[in-house]
């Protein structure tokens, strides 16, 4: 299959006019309401290049090898259709439902399918057919790989998804689930997969040279045989112990440095000496890609510190002085941050799963230098899955794209907050304040 020419004979497809089309669509809207008159929709091998199908109900459809090039599919409900061999490429499949889907051997390069849902969708490659006395040996070169390269899924669910083979090469996976897929032999060479969940994924022999994973989550990933030749791991969560030498040695941004409590005390006094004197004696803090998995650090004065890329899993941070700090990618999973200071601290991307962060002061740090600027804490895109942020004041705090599944929000103050994007799936917010709020595309939020 080659970018120019569609799949499997394509161009001979047959095009249904529109009122062919409505007809089809209207009797399986009938169909999917159980009514005697209603058919399933059937539009295998048909010429769809262009059709708007979007918000249309196609749940259970045939679209076998249709050819859906450049086709509007946006929030469309394609759950448990047919499309295997679908030509897709280039198609706009933002929002839509394609759980359970078959989409075996279809190819979807440069498609949209940025907040997409693909839970338990088969996009593995077609077995060919197998029949008695027929020798079948030369046409299996027939059926590709599924083709997803290129794509743009930015926040897409493909958890629990069969990709096994599967071509990703330069996609753009960036805040995707990806939790308990198969992507054993996957090609995701030089693919953005920026803050993504890998968790308990299969990439054993996936070709990964090349790609992003910069505070990606990869807890209990299978790794066995991947190629990871220059793959940027910088504050991703992985299971350093189960790589290999010479598979460690390939990455980028994997190294961490270990601190005593001796060594942490002295950088501790020589930081409070640096904010005392206004930044002429003493050292600023840098921790950066430090180890301080479970240290106690209540009532740290670390104010303007740079702890970007450190791993505080576990760690007592609770009343902690953290104004100004810059947490980019930390792995906090699990830290207790009770009451600890973080106005305009920077925590993009960080990994604060299960955390507790009860009455934490996440509101903008005010009036700041001659120009009296002020700074708003920034969690843009991180993971606060399982949080307690039970009377949380995050007023003004950016949120976009953050992941707030599971999390406690009871009476957290969240007005003027930015929360665009933000996943709110199963998470408790009773009597939390949304005044002012942006809340543009926010998913499954449920005040209490």
Not at 65 to 87: F, M, P, V, Y
Not at 325 to 333: K, P, Q, S
Not at 392 to 412: C, G
Request: proline share 2%.
């Amino acid at each position: 299959m080659d970018g120019n020419s569609p799949p499997y004979g394509a161009s001979e497809l047959r095009q249904l006019s529109p009122q062919e089309l409505r007809q089809i669509l209207q009797l399986h809207e009938l169909f999917l309401a159980r009514q005697a008159e209603g058919q399933c929709a059937v539009l295998a091998y048909y010429d769809l290049s262009s059709a708007d199908l979007s918000d249309q109900d196609l749940t259970g459809a045939d679209l076998t090898g249709a050819r859906l090039h450049r086709a509007i599919l946006k929030n469309t409900l394609l759950r448990a259709a047919k499309l295997s061999t679908a030509d897709l490429r280039a198609a706009n499949l933002n929002g839509a439902d394609l759980t359970g889907a078959d989409l075996r051997s279809s190819c979807l390069r440069g498609a949209q399918l940025n907040r997409a849902k693909l839970p338990d969708a088969d996009m593995s490659k077609v077995v060919p057919l197998r029949l008695a006395g027929i020798d079948l040996a030369a046409t299996a070169d027939e059926c590709p790989r599924t083709d997803l390269s290129s794509i743009e899924a930015h926040d897409c669910d493909f958890s629990g998804a069969n990709l096994n083979g599967a071509a990703f090469i330069r996609a753009d996976l960036t805040d995707a689930n990806l939790t308990n897929t198969d992507l054993c032999g996957a090609d995701l060479r030089h693919a953005t997969i920026t803050g993504a969940v890998l968790e308990h994924a299969n990439l054993s022999s996936a070709n990964l040279c090349g790609a992003n994973l910069r505070g990606a989550n990869l807890s209990n990933a299978k790794l066995a045989g991947a190629e990871l030749r220059g793959v940027d791991v910088s504050g991703a969560i992985l299971d350093r112990d189960q790589l290999t030498t010479a598979a460690a040695d390939d990455l980028r941004g994997n190294s961490l440095r270990t601190v005593t409590t001796d060594e942490l005390q002295d950088i501790l006094r020589l930081h409070q000496l640096w904010l005392d004197s206004h930044g002429q004696e003493g050292k600023r803090a840098v921790l950066s890609e430090c180890d301080l998995t479970g240290f106690a650090l209540c009532n740290a004065k670390l104010a303007l510190g740079v702890l970007s890329r450190a791993v505080l899993r576990g760690a007592d941070l609770s009343q902690a002085s953290l104004a100004m700090c810059d947490l980019t990618l930390a792995d906090l999973r699990g830290a207790r941050l009770d009451r600890a200071d973080l106005r305009g601290a920077k925590l993009v991307r960080a990994h604060l799963s299960g955390a507790s962060l009860i009455q934490v002061n996440l509101m903008p740090l005010e009036n700041v230098g001659d120009r009296k600027y002020d700074f708003p804490a920034n969690l843009e895109g991180a993971k606060l899955a399982g949080a307690d942020l039970t009377s949380a004041q995050l007023r003004q705090a950016k949120l976009a794209s953050a992941d707030l599944s599971h999390a406690k929000l009871d009476h957290t103050d969240l007005r003027d907050a930015d929360l665009h994007n933000a996943n709110f799936k199963d998470a408790s917010a009773a009597k939390a304040n949304f005044d002012g709020a942006s809340l543009r595309d926010a998913r499954n939020l449920r005040r209490g």
